[in-house]
C-alpha cells in the first residue's frame, strides 16, 4: 500500500494539528494502521495504532491525541490537541497486514514520507 501523509506544520504549544494519511494500492480495510514520530537524534516512536476494533496509544500522548480511520476514504487521521514542544518531530503513517497492535517500526512493511511537526513553546 503506498502511504501520503499530509496536515504537519508549526503551531504554539496548547495548540492543535490534524495529520491525514491517505492510502492507495492493496485493500485500506485489510491493514492495521499506525503513526510513528521521530525527533531529532532519537528513535522512531510510536504513537497510536489503530486495527478493525481496538486503538492504543503510547502513554506520552494518552488523553491528548485520537487516532481514528475512515476506510470509505482510505485514510487515517492524527488528531492532535494540547501540544507540547516535547511533540516535536516527524511524524509518519504506517500500514502492516494482519492482526495486532504492534508497536515496533520493522514490524511496518509500508511507511508515509513523513510531515514535519513543530511545536513552539
Known amino acids: 500500500v503506498q502511504l501520503q501523509a499530509f496536515g504537519g506544520g508549526l503551531v504554539q504549544a496548547g495548540g492543535s494539528l490534524r495529520l491525514s494519511c491517505a492510502a492507495s494500492?492493496?485493500?485500506?480495510?485489510?491493514?492495521?494502521m499506525a503513526w510513528f514520530r521521530q525527533a531529532p537524534g532519537k528513535e522512531r516512536e510510536f504513537v497510536a495504532i489503530?486495527?478493525?476494533?481496538?486503538?492504543i496509544y503510547a502513554d506520552s500522548v494518552k488523553g491528548r491525541f485520537t487516532i481514528s480511520r475512515d476506510n470509505a476514504k482510505n485514510t487515517v487521521y492524527l488528531q492532535m490537541n494540547s501540544l507540547k514542544p516535547e511533540d516535536t518531530a516527524v511524524y509518519y503513517c504506517?500500514?502492516?497486514?494482519?492482526?495486532?497492535?504492534?508497536?515496533?517500526?520493522?514490524?511496518?512493511?509500508?511507511w508515509g514520507q513523513g510531515t514535519l511537526v513543530t511545536v513552539s513553546s
Open positions: 489503530i486495527d478493525w476494533t481496538s486503538i
Open positions: 494500492g492493496r485493500t485500506f480495510s485489510s491493514n492495521v
Open positions: 504506517a500500514a502492516r497486514l494482519g492482526g495486532g497492535l504492534r508497536t515496533m517500526p520493522h514490524e511496518y512493511d509500508s
